[in-house]
């Protein structure tokens, strides 16, 4: 069975960081783009971070600078470094891996914001 596993969520302070962690296990052939959405309560699922297997990598408008996606290709492994938080960075963060045959989500690891 396909599975991606995100861990790193959790409470953090204003300004503070915070690391995530996505490995995509099971049968997924030729994964091209992994990544990392966000949603908060009401409002559409939005891009946060992309990066190719090759390393190109695009950033949200609202997150550039602040936040840095990396991957393993050997773990099939997309990891998301975000630093300066603020509190409109509060949202339930997915995993996403694409291959040829179909897209992937995880199921989401809440990312709190407060001071």
């Known amino acids: 069975q396909v599975q991606l596993v995100e861990s790193g969520g959790g409470l953090v302070q204003i300004g503070g960081s915070l690391r995530l962690s996505c490995a995509a296990s099971g049968s997924i052939p030729s994964i091209n783009v992994m990544g990392w959405y966000r949603q908060a309560p009401g409002k559409q699922r939005e891009l946060v971070a992309r990066?190719?297997?090759?390393?190109?990598?695009n950033y949200a408008d609202s997150m550039k600078g602040r936040v840095t996606i990396s991957r393993d290709n050997a773990k099939n492994t997309v990891y998301l470094q975000m630093n300066s938080l603020k509190a409109e960075d509060t949202a339930v963060y997915y995993c996403?891996?694409?291959?040829?045959?179909?897209?992937?989500w995880g199921q989401g690891t809440q990312v709190t914001v407060s001071s």
């Open positions: 990066i190719t297997k090759g390393g190109s990598t």
């Open positions: 996403n891996a694409d291959s040829i045959l179909s897209t992937y």
